[in-house]
């Protein structure tokens, strides 16, 4: 059970990339949201996100205790949620993409308040949340865009 919780958590070795494993997790999830995941129905594409987000919470839960770390820098599947939540309803194209990407990358890195406050919740909660407020904002920026647009 344990290697699973690594396994996943670490976006089966992603994240163990020596240099910026959660941009190469989101870039991950970029490519597999343009050639698969778009083609969801928005349900399904709401039910994958509700279970990325439990397992992704208490597989990172298992193995950051493991590691003895609140949020190692190793563990990306929450970055991969985030992108993904990013991506939710954006159409498939270079420009909307690409868009979604750098929001997200931006707010996570930043993390501006109140998206650092949700770090503080406990355990897997925490390494999920502050990315699912990342994806959120990233989200709506990339929406409100193509509103304009």
């Given at each position: ?8 958590s ?69 970055e ?6 990013a ?44 990315d699912?407020?990342a ?15």
């Amino acid at each position: 059970m344990r290697l699973l919780c690594r396994l996943f958590s670490t976006l089966f070795g992603v994240g163990l990339f020596p240099k910026a494993p959660g941009t190469a997790s989101s870039a991950v999830a970029l490519l597999a949201y343009g050639l698969l995941m778009h083609r969801l129905p928005w349900p399904a594409y709401v039910a994958f996100l509700l279970a990325l987000l439990v397992l992704g919470g208490m597989a990172s839960a298992v193995y950051a205790a493991d590691l003895g770390q609140a949020d190692p820098q190793c563990i990306v599947i929450d970055e991969a949620f985030g992108q993904f939540l990013a991506l939710f309803l954006v159409p498939v194209g270079w420009l909307p993409m690409t868009a979604a990407f750098v929001f997200f990358r931006f707010f996570d890195i930043i993390k501006p308040y109140p998206i650092k406050r949700l770090e503080r919740l406990p355990g897997g909660w925490g390494i999920m949340a502050d990315d699912a407020g990342a994806g959120l904002a990233a989200g709506a920026l990339v929406h409100l865009l193509l509103l304009l647009v």
